[in-house]
């Protein structure tokens, strides 16, 4: 088999990249704790099969492998199945703030040549797979184990930095937007943090809050705390607005700027009334 350019190298994958024709998979599921074995119970079930990857597995050359994570804490479980159903029992105290599950497809074998899979024409009808390759993608979930509240999560996003910078810069590491402004206005921001804190909001946090919404496209795939509480925000403020969440978390430019406003509500008017009070105190005394 010849892989054009275009092709998504190195085999077809059923649910990406629209590398097989036909439905994409769609399932069902549910999670629940346990209190009597104080263990969270995950439950999905393929609802949408494809008959060709139905068949590999009926050969015993693929399996239903569902892959569970929590990074905070290093817990990694899987488990495979040769039915469209999968049951996973994750121990409640190995794991922390939140869990990612995937559902597959694996190939449990070198398979040659296969020609009974609906891909796309740019596969040319035959198709190969290596021991382990991943052959359909069927599900990526992420499940929040801490109550989740968007004022609360907006603060674990941002951490402010005096450092050796000219002027005000954004960065991001795992967990954090880091805002950096110049140590030689320590004091002074740390002033205006104490008695008009909107101004910190409004003058670092929402260009920070920005900056990082311009970033998802390229992050949401990542395990980094502050995408995960991004894309949340996200959500809601797609569900609250009844619109769907863009592919790949990419807003246009006066989406990102109405995330900002809704998240940080009013937060130019609240700046403008605090500097005012602070103003007009000065000149009384």
Same mark, same amino acid.
């Not at 119970?41 to 693929?62: H, Q």
């Not at 140590?183 to 740390?190: G, H, L, P, R, T």
């Not at 992050?219 to 969440?245: G, R, T």
């Given at each position: ?35 009597? +074995? ?5 439950? %999905? ?16 050359? =693929? ?36 869990? +990612? ?27 190969? %797979? ?29 951490? +402010? ?10 960065? /991001? ?7 950096? %402004? ?20 409004? =003058? ?62 009013? /937060? ?6 605090? +500097?005012?009070? /602070? ?7």
């Amino acid at each position: 088999m010849e892989i054009r350019e275009n092709a998504t190298y190195p085999y077809p994958i059923w649910g990406l990249h629209n590398d097989f024709n036909g439905l994409e998979p769609e399932g069902t599921y549910n999670m629940h704790l346990e209190e009597t +074995t104080n263990e969270l119970v995950f439950d %999905y079930s393929i609802t949408v099969e494809n008959e060709g990857i139905k068949r590999l597995i009926a050969e015993e050359k =693929a399996t239903y492998k569902c892959v569970v994570e929590c990074v905070p804490t290093y817990f990694l479980l899987m488990k495979e199945e040769q039915a469209p159903f999968i049951q996973v029992r994750i121990p409640a105290d190995k794991v922390y703030k939140r869990l +990612t599950v995937k559902v597959l497809v694996i190939a449990t074998k070198d398979i040659y040549g296969c020609n009974y899979l609906d891909v796309s024409d740019i596969y040319e009808g035959v198709v190969d %797979y290596p021991k382990g390759g991943v052959v359909a993608y069927i599900d990526n979930l992420s499940f929040d184990l801490q109550q989740k509240d968007n004022d609360t999560d907006l603060s674990r996003i941002f951490r +402010t930095k005096a450092a050796d910078v000219q002027r005000v810069e954004y960065s /991001v590491n795992d967990k954090h937007v880091v805002i950096k %402004y110049p140590k030689d206005s320590k004091i002074a921001f740390e002033s205006v943090e104490g008695n008009c804190p909107a101004v910190i909001e409004a =003058a670092f946090v929402f260009p920070a809050l920005v900056f990082a919404l311009s970033l998802l496209p390229q992050k949401y795939q990542s395990e980094m705390d502050w995408v995960y509480y991004l894309k949340n925000i996200v959500d809601d403020y797609c569900a609250k607005n009844n619109m769907d969440v863009p592919e790949n978390y990419k807003l246009e430019i006066e989406e990102i700027y109405d995330v900002a406003n809704a998240v940080l509500s009013k /937060v130019h008017e609240s700046m403008l009334d605090e +500097t005012k009070k /602070v103003i007009d105190q000065a000149m009384e005394d």
